[in-house]
């Protein structure tokens, strides 16, 4: 019902800043919350940082608290995530999630959002 790609990883160096992006067509205005989770080789997808739809409230991981910036473009039905002052620890596939389950609390909203729609994955790799 809601598809969402992502766009935007690539290579940076330590210090530096990307951002990238989720596009979501399809039930658009079935979405309630969407976000960004990571996830490195053998490890559990983390998640990162979340925003609702409506209201626009923002939700982050302590790791990422002062440097990542989640947002939304309303008219484009894409969420953005701008990071700043890359750690090479942030190296990861960067993967985007929507749901449609109303949820009352940032913990009911990560796992609302785990269990939701998925984009691919993008890989966002930064150097030493």
């Known amino acids: 019902q809601v598809q969402l790609v992502e766009s935007g990883g690539g290579l940076v160096q330590a210090g530096g800043s990307l951002r990238v992006s989720c596009a979501a067509s399809g039930r658009t205005f079935s979405i309630l919350a969407s976000g960004w989770f990571r996830q490195t080789p053998g490890k559990e997808r983390e998640f990162v940082a979340a925003v609702r739809w409506s209201g626009s409230t923002t939700y982050y991981a302590d790791s990422v608290k002062g440097r990542f910036t989640i947002s939304r473009d309303n008219a484009r039905n894409t969420m953005y995530l701008q990071m700043n002052r890359l750690k090479p620890e942030d190296t990861a596939v960067y993967y985007c999630?929507?749901?449609?389950?109303?949820?009352?609390?940032?913990?009911?909203?990560?796992?609302?959002?785990?269990?939701?729609?998925w984009g691919q994955g993008t890989q966002v790799t930064v150097s030493s």
């Open positions: 999630a929507a749901t449609s389950t109303l949820v009352g609390s940032g913990g009911s909203l990560i796992g609302a959002l785990r269990s939701g729609y």
